[in-house]
């Protein structure tokens, strides 16, 4: 069975610019969550999707944040325009029930 | 605030020895913790969990003990080997939810 996959592993941009991360989770698992994690931090959750509805986004910066689940299956998450405090590793997980998240590998953004 | 503490940042073991793992929470609503182990550039793998109705689980060398008087819970590798050496996160989720708050981990290293 394929795990999370994410693209792109690796993103380099210049602060002010558009960057857009791909998560296709495992098939059937119907949650689907986004995390930041900064170096040295445990991951944080900035949104959690069941099924093609966002169900807690309250920790998503929507002034330059924002994420669609598009039928229910495969995530974009876009930060527009980015910032240096926005350098750090997003993950996508998803989750059949509830109880255990499978993780992606991550996208590792760096703002210059 | 930070719920989920993981208060020592890292760890040596010698191979073969024990490694405990500790985590301290806050929050008395969470019902349901995991332990999440991560290699470098790959994302967070679930190791292992524990409800809150039960006080320890164990599956094979790992071992996760939870003391709700205490809002304590630690991770036991026996015997600990070169290959767990990673960062080990807790992660612990609100009771009725899918919402999970991580620690912010816990590098483990294991000499051989």
């Known amino acids: 069975e394929a795990g999370v996959v994410q693209s792109p592993r690796y993103k380099i941009i210049e602060k002010k610019q558009p960057v857009a991360f791909w998560c296709n989770p495992i098939?059937?698992?119907?949650?689907l969550y986004w995390y930041r994690q900064n170096l040295g931090q445990g991951p944080e959750l900035l949104i959690r999707y069941e099924n093609e509805e966002a169900v807690d986004d309250s920790q998503l910066p929507k002034d330059r944040f924002s994420a669609e689940r598009l039928k229910g299956v495969d995530s974009t998450l876009k930060i527009q325009p980015a910032e240096l405090g926005d350098s750090a590793v997003y993950l996508c997980?998803?989750?059949?029930?509830?109880?255990?998240?499978?993780f992606g590998p991550g996208t590792r953004l760096t703002v210059l | 605030d930070q719920q989920v503490k993981q208060n020592s940042p890292s760890l040596s073991v010698q191979e073969g020895r024990i490694s405990i793992l500790n985590c301290d929470y806050t929050?008395?609503?969470?019902?349901?913790f995991l332990w999440y182990k991560k290699y470098p550039a790959e994302g967070p793998t679930f190791l292992i969990s524990?409800?809150?109705?039960?006080d320890k689980n164990e599956d094979g060398r790992f071992t996760v003990f939870l003391n709700k008087s205490a809002k304590h819970l630690s991770l036991h590798i026996v015997p600990s080997q070169p290959g767990d050496s990673a960062v080990y996160f807790c992660?612990?989720?609100?009771?009725?939810?899918?919402?999970?708050?991580f620690g912010t981990g816990t590098r483990l290293k294991v000499l051989a």
């Open positions: 997980a998803s989750s059949l029930d509830g109880r255990t998240e499978f």
């Open positions: 992660a612990a989720r609100f009771g009725g939810t899918y919402k999970y708050i």
């Open positions: 098939s059937g698992h119907n949650t």
């Open positions: 524990i409800s809150s109705i039960k």
């Open positions: 929050n008395s609503m969470f019902d349901y």
